[in-house]
């Protein structure tokens, strides 16, 4: 009976309590840190708005100290003064203007279907095994193999009118949305699938609420990786066969030796790329506001 009574003691509560309460007391002689006012910080810091434009910013600051004290050969790398002349002079003209807007046509269509495609894709296998055994290793396959190594087989099938170039964009940009929603919808915690069988919830209430929920993070992830591959393919296609664009004008530029007008295209490149990321993150933060990470 006494050996019971001693046993209880040790396995109780109250005596796990204290002697775990005695082991994270501090040492004598010992102030602990946030006792001190000094509480090291372990993340990265508040964030500055907008900064993400310093790097960019100093990047041009460097090119135009550069210029202005005759490090670079205006033949090779026009310089800042002159990228912006040659851009005024475009705009005046039309011909930037009129470029751009094709170009965002292109993009936004493969944009568009890339996006859904994937988007369906990554349902159908990622909440049905048949799905998964039918589509993953295809799809897998396919991202081992660059979109724009296709190009042959889409000229062959499509032509080399807008209809191939929608379509190379298309691709690549399916493929990111597919391989992140559907990691994110694989990834689900089971436990909640457990928890809304035992809530007999429906079909539709489970995708509502456990899916959708659960897949946005994957998605937002595919979405900014499949902008920056509709710019990518954007490049590509557009010096195939292109009338109009901003590669295409670019690729007339090269003909000439123009890099003032070059570099003006890879300025709208480079705009148009980080502005369309930074929408996408706006609306992930505001879709996804319920989550607290460190990228604030």
Known sequence: ??????????????????GATSRL???????????????????????????RLIGPGLLIAVW????????????ILSGPGTVLSTAADLVSTGRLQDNVLVSLQRAGLG??????????LA???GLNRTGEYLLDGTLQVKRAIPSLAML???????????QMKVTVIALGVAVNMYINTYASLTGIDSRYVELAEGL?????QFIRKVVVPGSLPGFFVGLRLGVTA????????????????IGYMMFQAQQYAQSDVIIVGLVAYGIFGFASDAAVRAIERRVLSWRRTLAG
Request: no cysteine.
């Open 152 to 162: 042959p087989l889409l000229i062959l099938w499509l032509g080399i009118g807008e």
């Open 64 to 75: 135009w100290a550069a210029s202005a004290f005759g490090y670079l050969d205006p033949r």
């Open 123 to 125: 349902v159908a296998a």
């Open 230 to 245: 509709s710019w990518l393919g954007l490049i590509v296609v557009e010096q195939i066969n292109a009338t109009q664009g």
């Open 1 to 18: 009976m006494t050996e019971m009574l001693s046993n209880a003691r040790l396995e109780s509560p109250v005596a796990t309590t204290a």
């Open 200 to 204: 007999d919830l429906s079909r539709w």
């Open 25 to 51: 007391k501090p040492a004598k002689g010992t102030v602990p840190q946030a006792a001190r006012g000094t509480r090291r910080r372990l993340g990265p810091g508040r964030s500055v708005p907008f900064g």
């Open 111 to 120: 944009l568009f279907f890339g996006v859904a495609a994937g988007v369906i």
